[in-house]
Nanobody, 121 residues
Framework: QVQLMESGGGLVQPGGSLRLSCAAS????????MGWHRQAPGKQRELVAA???????DYADSVKGRFTISRDNAENTVYLQMNSLKTEDTAVYYC???????????????WGQGTQVTVSS
């Protein structure tokens, strides 16, 4: 019912920058929280950053001051600007959206398929 399409991943050198985008489409009544998670090889998926529909944000300690999350509510899109990238930021990045598909329905958490970010010299 709801699809999330990520873009913007790739290979970047340490200290470089990347901007990830994630657009939600389908049967959307409203989206509450949107966010980014990541999963490195052999590790559990972890929250990177999240933003509510009102603009409140939350970040993992490891990315504070380097990453910035933002969203365009009109376009149902969330962005992650990643600066000063480190090798330990290498992971598959997934976006998520807590979405209501109708006025009276419960919110469901939808996930994108992920985009690879590799930080290497």
């Amino acid at each position: 019912q709801v699809q999330l399409m990520e873009s913007g991943g790739g290979l970047v050198q340490p200290g470089g920058s990347l901007r990830l985008s994630c657009a939600a489409s389908g049967r959307i009544f409203s989206i509450n929280t949107m966010g980014w998670h990541r999963q490195a090889p052999g590790k559990q998926r972890e929250l990177v950053a999240a933003v509510t529909s009102g603009g409140s944000t939350d970040y993992a300690d490891s990315v504070k001051g380097r990453f910035t999350i933002s969203r365009d509510n009109a376009e149902n899109t969330v962005y992650l600007q990643m600066n000063s990238l480190k090798t330990e930021d290498t992971a598959v990045y997934y976006c998520n959206a807590l979405t209501q598909t109708s006025r009276w329905g419960y919110a469901t958490n939808y996930w994108g398929q992920g985009t690879q970010v590799t930080v290497s010299s």
